[in-house]
């Protein structure tokens, strides 16, 4: 079975700028910006990520937060 949805980036993500997903996790749960966009436009401008990967990564980490 294929993995789908945000965490199908994740094996991409990590390829290309070398850090676990957890390393990224991390930084948005420590941002003080809580909107999704928000968070998005802070990882492409602060840290380099194409719009799909900061996309996929603010998505999956906010999901898993509001499911605690």
Do not use: D
């Amino acid at each position: 079975m294929s993995v789908k949805g945000p965490a199908s980036y994740f094996p991409s993500i990590e390829q290309k700028h070398g850090h676990p997903i957890a390393h990224w996790q991390e930084l948005i749960r420590s941002s003080p910006l809580t909107k999704h966009m928000e968070l998005v436009a802070w990882l492409k401008a602060e840290h380099g990520l194409g719009h799909g990967h900061a996309n996929a990564l603010v998505a999956h980490t906010l999901a898993a937060t509001a499911a605690r």
